[in-house]
């Protein structure tokens, strides 16, 4: 069985092409894939989440009172500088197609302010200290991934000619997009933030017996957002309440997935009907090792695998 | 359930060639840390601080709490360099997990203080909604662009952020399209590996 071509399923997994039905159909029959896709989704949607984030240094204090009190030597004493140790760190943007090849094999470029301006991380519109204490996805602006649904007839035009580009759509709505749909839910509130939406969600959970919840997000093509919530009774048995806003399809089938952090294992925990659901977990499944929930649509075809078209997916924090 | 090795269907993406000379320049720091090299902790210090300080002040929104944080954690770590285990994770997803726990001990203390202060639970359930995990994943991965050579750096920021397609980058840049893509393979693939070696170290 030949699998996917590996440039091509980061281009699906990027959100940018379509699979073709062939690609499709060894998705539904080759698991390694599937999960190679999972993994690979999961990390555009953390990469692309981190786009607000600009990393910060400490204070010069800070190194002086480890200094002082690891009782270091004075070789040390002065600020260890991240620009004393790169170690290649490339200065400038070669648009130059023959630096393109060597330049993916350079060593680490050391420190993140010696690179300073060839990645622009974001405008950085919301990572003050204010902002940060709320959820994490909050902190993204709910304008940045406003044209959500806009298919722009300029962008689809610019890729007449490749087959199977879609980029009409700027939906990958990913962990940020979720802060625009809890900025939006928010604003119906007072426009107070997400974090009091999210508040004000959790106090109503304060007297199920919730052992650990998750904060479903969008995967490209899905405006559904949800909550993940587990559950535990007195006799030990946990179930997942899952519960799911936002579906518009209705197409296919949709199953409850508990996948491994690395995506290296998956469990199925049933069908969902509707929009919310509870699912039993088996005894002896440890949830520190399958963290992450996850609701994929399946087609209707008897094969037990996971499709690779995940709808939403969230990670499992202890309550 | 599947219970599957740990295998790319396209082969080779897990151990990308590229990252080799930065892997010596790793264990070469390890092995120096691992002895109480000093200069180890200063660049350990120098080339980390940042990561660990901006996981903080995120999550903590309190920069001075997050100056405490950074300075417990490279202590924390100078100290029980004994316990790290070279085999199982890389050092920056050590500190990150020193991070966590650090910074997760300190919501903690706040809310026993709130607790104490007001006698209410209303702020103690807020900040129960502790999402350092995703912070630290998402200032991770800022941090591993930031690590890319200037190049695949510029693919992926107009990839992840500008929303370009692979041909419009290809223009835009002046590179040939299959370079793009293996750029985007490549960087993909690396990102990951990251992101994954962060998640298994705590």
Known sequence: MTHIDGDDLALIAMGELDRTEAEGRHLAECPECALELISLRHTVAVGRSARTVELAEPGAQVWERIHSELGLTDAVAALPRAADYAIGAGPALAADPAAAEPASAEPATGPATATGPAIATAPATATGPATATGPATATGPATAIGPATATGPAAANHHAGYRRTRRARRVWLPVTVAAGVAGLVAGLFGGLGGGIWWESLQQQQVAAPVIAEARLDPFPGWNATGIATVEKAADGHREVVVDLTGLTSTAGLREVWLIKADASGLISIGLLDGDTGHFSIPDGVDLAQFPLVDVSVEPDDGNPAHSGDSIVRGELHTT | ?202
Do not use: C
């Not at chain 2, 980390?48 to 950074?70: F, H, M, N, Q």
């Not at chain 2, 316990?83 to 026993?112: K, Y």
């Not at chain 2, 952020?161 to 692979?166: C, F, R, S």
């Open chain 2, 1 to 202: 359930m599947y219970d599957l090795q740990r295998r790319s269907p396209t082969g080779g993406h897990r151990s990308d060639v590229t990252a080799l000379t930065e892997e010596d320049d790793h264990g070469r720091l390890v092995t120096a840390f691992l002895a109480g090299d000093e200069q180890a902790l200063a660049e350990a210090y120098a080339r980390w601080s940042s990561l660990v300080y901006t996981i903080a002040v995120r999550s903590l929104g309190d920069p001075g709490e997050a100056e405490d944080v950074t300075q417990k954690v490279f202590i924390a770590a100078w100290r029980g360099r004994a316990t790290f285990q070279s085999s199982r994770s890389r050092l920056p997803a050590w500190l990150v997990g020193i991070t966590r726990h650090t910074v997760a001990d300190t919501h903690e203390a706040r809310s026993r203080r709130r607790r104490v202060e007001e006698a209410v639970t209303f702020e103690h359930e807020l900040s129960q909604a502790d999402d350092s995990v995703d912070i630290a994943d998402r200032v991770m991965m800022t941090d591993e662009l930031q690590r890319l050579g200037p190049v695949p750096q510029r693919v992926m920021q107009l990839a992840f952020y500008d929303d370009l397609t692979h041909t419009q980058i290809a223009d835009s840049l002046g590179m040939p399209l299959g370079t793009v893509k293996s750029h985007i393979r490549r960087s993909l693939n690396r990102l990951r590996m990251r992101l994954e070696a962060n998640d298994d170290a705590h």
